[in-house]
Nanobody, 121 residues
Framework: QVQLVESGGGLVQAGGSLRLSCLAS????????MGWYRQAPGKQRELAAT???????TYATSVKGRFTLSRDNAKNTAYLQMTSLKPEDTAVYYC???????????????WGQGSQVTVSS
């Protein structure tokens, strides 16, 4: 089994910064993509940022230039540094990893429990 445990998040004023962390643990034989999706109240879950093992990153247009995703592959950990936060960034942020399970060798998508990020105006 593979687990993703998130930390960080919270309440911040507009213009402030927050950092999210995500640790993947369990029976992992490699992680391909890793990053975050977010879901605002009444909206569908959307991609915020992802990063491949090879270093290729994808960011939502709305967060480009403000969010930075990094990974420590040796620790199976990802970090999302969020700066210049806006009220419209308010959402539950879900860590995501596409990882290979050592037991089954299957490549599956895994999700964290979600972290609330609230940006006040």
């Amino acid at each position: 089994q593979v687990q993703l445990v998130e930390s960080g998040g919270g309440l911040v004023q507009a213009g402030g910064s927050l950092r999210l962390s995500c640790l993947a643990s369990g029976s992992i034989c490699g992680i391909n993509d890793m990053g975050w999706y977010r879901q605002a109240p009444g909206k569908q879950r959307e991609l915020a940022a992802t990063l491949t093992t090879g270093g290729y990153s994808t960011y939502a247009t709305s967060v480009k230039g403000r969010f930075t995703l990094s990974r420590d592959n040796a620790k199976n950990t990802a970090y999302l540094q969020m700066t210049s936060l806006k009220p419209e960034d308010t959402a539950v942020y879900y860590c995501y990893a596409r990882a290979r399970n050592c037991g089954t060798l299957a490549l599956n998508d895994y999700w964290g429990q979600g972290s609330q990020v609230t940006v006040s105006s």
